[in-house]
């Protein structure tokens, strides 16, 4: 019955490869999010669709493709992986702005378990 | 533009005392903010959102936070801190919800002393 999750919750790597972090959830929501954890918990969204249309594109490296085969499901594809990429990647969901209840509903979002990505 | 910071990046209580947790905002518009709770390798949960029905905000555990504009100010209290307070805590504000874009704090982490 989990809301938001996500697969693996734990990816050791070498440099080079390419690696996927699944997204699914469980709520209807119509939009999906990624967020990059850095060492100092600093949180910063990478991507975000929209019942599967990309609303929000950060500055982001081409190395990372966000693909989402339905608005329940939001998968992060990584190439040639890089030191820098290891963090912890988060998935979210909230509320599409038609069916909110309020202005704060719509902004809500609910998060994933995470997954901690190691890059060696 | 919306920025957010919090002010502390660690707060140690001891157990039993009142916790405050700092965060200050900047917000061309009309902001929604809210905090979120971190556990130890955990994902993150919401504590408590701003709603402009009411300045005083009460979420889960016992947490509440008030909403100055004056101030642009929403920090988050709690009058008796417990052991499983313990844990790392968001401040986040979005004023662009058209696009669902928040904008994250620095986070702080909160430490409970038996």
């Known amino acids: 019955d989990t809301a938001v999750s996500q697969t693996p919750k734990y990816l050791v790597t070498q440099m080079g490869n390419d690696k996927s972090i699944k997204c699914e959830q469980n709520?209807?929501?119509?939009?999906m999010y990624w967020y990059k954890q850095d060492s100092k918990k600093f949180l910063k969204i990478m991507f975000s669709y929209n019942n599967k249309e990309l609303i929000i594109n950060e500055t982001v490296p081409n190395r990372f493709s966000p693909k989402s085969p339905d608005k329940a499901h939001l998968n992060l594809h990584i190439n040639s992986l890089e030191l820098g990429d290891s963090a912890v990647y988060f998935c979210a969901s909230s509320q599409d702005l038609k069916l909110a209840t309020d202005f704060f509903s719509y902004n809500e979002q609910f998060f994933g378990p995470g997954t901690r990505l190691t890059v060696l | 533009a919306q920025s957010v910071t919090q002010l502390d990046s660690h707060v140690s209580v001891s157990e039993g005392t009142p916790v405050l947790l700092r965060c200050n905002y900047s917000?061309?518009?009309?902001?929604?903010l809210f905090w979120y709770v971190q556990h130890p390798n955990k994902g993150l949960q919401l504590l408590l959102k701003?709603?402009?029905?009411?300045?005083l905000v009460k979420g889960i555990n016992g947490f509440e936070a008030e909403f100055k504009k004056s101030e642009t100010s929403f920090h988050l209290t709690k009058p008796s801190a417990h052991m499983s307070d313990a844990a790392e805590y968001f401040c986040v504000v979005s004023d662009e919800g058209g696009y669902q874009k928040v904008t994250f704090g620095t986070g702080t982490k909160l430490q409970v002393i038996p």
């Open positions: 701003y709603t402009s029905a009411a300045t």
């Open positions: 917000s061309s518009y009309s902001p929604s």
């Open positions: 709520l209807g929501h119509d939009t």
